[in-house]
């Protein structure tokens, strides 16, 4: 764009106030090569709903009549590409704790308990940051199980991004110093992905709260209102897919839906637009905002709410929550400490398993009630590999085999 990109932020000195909206630190200038921007009030409010304020170079440039300066041509040198530098498995396994201080898990444990958190952490790989007290790390891994990218957000107590006095979201390659090209991006939870139905929001938050609700869908998330792309979309080709838009960001996602129906069967869920009160459209409520607070019964006493949620039958939600005082007064150290214990035993059988299955047999090996194992050795290696990447009560099963294996043998 005439040599003009949007400023990187490095800290709130890099954005300022949007001429559109009159927001303070929400507006990022276009600048040049050294750093220099071309005029106040040209960039983009990064409010793309509630704002949407987007003025570019090329329209300066045409509004004041000016020529764009020719950019330098420099000759064309040919350069290896570097292979993209994939997140580190020790940096996401070094996250998998410290349960007790992340305010999401807490805020988690008071709408559905103990089981359903443990497995909802445990399938999306939540990880626990440092970087901010509370703080909660969002893996972004593919079907290959390569983790592309992680994004450090802090959350209070209440489920409610902490925003002031600065948007508190940074990378996990920033923090943790990974340099180099960075692979592309992917949907957050489209490790989980399968022949199933599938489920798109925006926000990492709000599709951990559908599944919990709605199990029975894959609830991916975009990370943003404009990654909705042709590219990350590539992913769902051939499948079922129904969008969940925020309040605010339907028709987007509807000409979206339309532009990407090469690539998939894909329908917009209206139910946000058509239970929304003004209050509600303002602050661009999302699906887990409805799906926490909503009474028995739904929005102005609707009986069919759990029906209509996603046009599909009762029994995809798991059952209906309410909203509780509680969340004003979390335990949550005693709650996260639970869930970290939970964890830690976890591990700890795994280990006193890859201990106890060494002289293994060649010979099959029958497991009650009727199951005969082949090849001993690869089902051993097979399984405590899936166990040592997954926990929960999703992956439990391959840790049940395993101690039908050592009853057998013992």
Known sequence: MNGYKLEPYKGPETRHVCPGCGRPKSFARYVDETGNDLDEKVGRCNREVKCGYHYTPSEYFRDHDIEPKARKTEPFVPRKREKPKFIPLEILEGSLSSYDKNNLVTYLLNVFGQEVTEDLVGRYYIGTSKHWTGA????????KRRVRSGKIMLFDLNGHRVKEPFPHVTSVHKVCGISGERPGPCFFGEHLLDEGP???VESEKTALVAAGFLPKFTWIAT???SNLTRSRCEVLRGRKVILFPDLGATQKWTEKAEELSDIASMRVSRILERYATPQEREKGLDLA???VKQPQGGP??????????ADLPEDYLVRTYTAKEAFCEPSRVE???SLVEMQKAWEREVFRLEKSLVDLPEEPVRLPPG???TNVPLFVQSHLEMCRANRGRTFRPYMERLKKLETVMN
């Open 198 to 200: 599938v489920a798109v």
């Open 289 to 291: 905002d409805y799906l």
């Open 223 to 225: 990370g943003s209102l």
């Open 371 to 373: 199951e005969t194992i």
């Open 300 to 309: 102005q006493g609707n009986d069919s709410w759990e029906k209509t949620v």
């Open 136 to 143: 909660t790390v969002f893996f972004n891994i593919d079907t």
């Open 335 to 337: 709650v996260g400490e």
